[in-house]
């Protein structure tokens, strides 16, 4: 029998996701500059003020719908690392899915990682999931520790799980190649967000994959085949 938690809890999960999905399909017709209060509150159903008892402002919201386009990405990424056989093809591997998905939807993915409410994103991803705790339940624990952590330097870490132990490199270098793909991925990014972007996403994938092997190249050990 549901508990009275139980029913409340649902209600809010339901409210939540009809707010996410009308500042989604805003987002999708129009862009994510066009998401207003008015347009959300009118699509979900709800007056303006009801927003304001399940997200912070404006902001969090549009941060809980741009989770949603995450969700691509970690369905396929399983499929991705599911090819790897060892640790730095499975690097390899996370780094060309997240390029794929994020270099389709450049806004979205900029506003997530790298706009000024990046810092929050940690609390918010987490919570998402804590709600939505569905949308995670085919991936791995490493993909899940990924997703939540406190920043894009620190989730990123990730990816080296088994890089050092299976000699690719060496433990004390795995900061700095983490900080030089993400500047390479950041300026691929913003190169994309230009009105007129200077390559299209395929061949955005393909350069930034292509240094990034460059820069794998350079760190590896060299006594490991």
């Known amino acids: 029998m549901r ?12 409210i939540m996701n009809k707010f996410i999905d009308a500042a989604s399909s805003i987002m999708d017709a129009e862009g994510v500059e066009n998401v207003t209060i008015r347009k959300v509150a009118s699509i979900a159903g709800y007056n303006s003020s009801t927003l304001y008892n399940y997200f912070e402002d404006l902001d969090h ?21 599911r090819k790897a056989s060892n640790s730095l ?8 899915c997240f390029c794929k998905y994020s270099f389709d939807n450049p806004k979205i993915y900029n506003l997530l990682f790298f706009s000024e409410h990046s810092s929050s ?29 406190n920043d894009i330097y620190s989730r990123t870490l990730y990816q080296f799980e088994g890089c050092v132990e299976e000699g690719y490199f060496r433990e004390s270098d795995i900061n700095e190649i983490n900080e030089i793909t993400i500047l390479l991925y950041q300026s691929v990014l913003t190169n994309l967000l230009k009105k007129n972007p200077p390559y299209t996403k395929e061949e955005a994938l393909e350069k930034t994959m292509h240094f990034f092997e460059k820069i794998v190249g350079a760190y590896r050990l060299t006594d490991k085949k």
Do not use: H
């Open 61 to 81: 919201l549009i941060l809980f719908s741009c989770i949603r386009y995450l969700k691509d990405y970690t369905g396929a990424l399983m499929d991705y690392v």
């Open 89 to 96: 093809e499975r690097y390899m591997m996370i780094w060309e």
């Open 3 to 14: 508990t009275a938690r139980g029913r409340k809890n649902v209600i809010k999960i339901n």
């Open 121 to 149: 994103l940690n609390n918010i991803i987490s919570e998402y999931y804590n709600i939505f705790s569905e949308e995670l339940e085919d991936s791995s624990l490493q993909i899940k520790s990924m997703l939540t952590g």
